[in-house]
Nanobody, 124 residues
């Protein structure tokens, strides 16, 4: 059973930076795409960024382009989300998720395994 554990969330002022980490365990094979999603209370969980197993393919939501960077360290089974230029509207719980292969649309229903999330709060 794959388990994902997010870390790195916290409280930061607007304009600041945070780096989230997603550590995976229990995998029995490779070729997983990992995505970062976020969700505010009462809202749908939305994709922030995703990265293929090789790292050659990445996807970003329009609202984070130029500010966030997703990367991965496969030997360490860890995926990172570097978040710069944070805004109060980035305040959410951030989740990492993974799916075997590379999904077509990166909708949340395509991802099979989820972490429990880490809170990011950006003060104005």
């Amino acid at each position: 059973q794959v388990q994902l554990l997010e870390s790195g969330g916290g409280l930061v002022q607007a304009g600041g930076s945070l780096r989230l980490s997603c550590a995976a365990s229990g995998r029995t094979c490779s070729s997983y795409t990992v995505g970062w999603f976020r969700q505010a209370p009462g809202k749908e969980r939305e994709l922030v960024a995703a990265i293929s197993w090789s790292g050659r393919n990445t996807v970003y939501a329009d609202f984070v382009k130029g500010r966030f960077t997703i990367s991965r360290d496969n030997p360490e089974n860890t995926v990172y989300l570097q978040m710069n230029g944070l805004k109060p509207e980035d305040t959410d719980v951030y989740y990492c998720a993974e799916v075997y292969g590379y999904p077509e649309s990166h909708s949340r229903i395509e991802y099979d395994y989820w972490g429990r999330g880490t809170q990011v709060t950006v003060s104005s």
